[in-house]
């Protein structure tokens, strides 16, 4: 079992920035990729950006340039540096973790980030 719990949420003016952390506990050993993702009220949950162990990098093209994943394996740790937000990127942002060795998905109980026109 993995445990992933996010922090770093909260409101914030158009254009300004906010660090989303993501610490995960339990069988960190079987994790492989970790990632972003966000829930609008009313739409589906979308993809941001996933980090493999290696550090390879996977973004959704609207989030390029203003978003970094980055990932720090010696504190079980992924983080997600937003910059320049506009209030459409307003939702509850989710953390994922898949293990490897038996594929499964992981979800933290998410965290609010709410931009203000």
């Known amino acids: 079992q993995v445990q992933l719990v996010e922090s770093g949420g909260g409101l914030v003016q158009a254009g300004g920035s906010l660090r989303l952390s993501c610490a995960a506990s339990?069988?960190?050993?079987?994790?492989?990729?970790m990632g972003w993702y966000r829930q609008a009220p009313g739409k589906q949950r979308e993809f941001l950006a996933t980090?493999?162990?290696?550090?390879?990098?996977n973004y959704l093209d609207s989030v390029k340039g203003r978003f970094t994943i980055s990932r720090d394996n010696a504190k079980n740790t992924v983080y997600l540096q937003m910059d320049s937000l506009k209030p459409e990127d307003t939702a509850v942002y989710y953390c994922?973790?898949?293990?490897?060795?038996?594929?499964?998905?992981?979800w933290g109980q998410g965290t609010q980030v709410t931009v203000s026109s």
């Open positions: 994922n973790a898949v293990t490897v060795l038996v594929t499964k998905n992981y």
């Open positions: 339990g069988s960190i050993f079987s994790i492989g990729t």
């Open positions: 980090v493999t162990r290696g550090g390879t990098t």
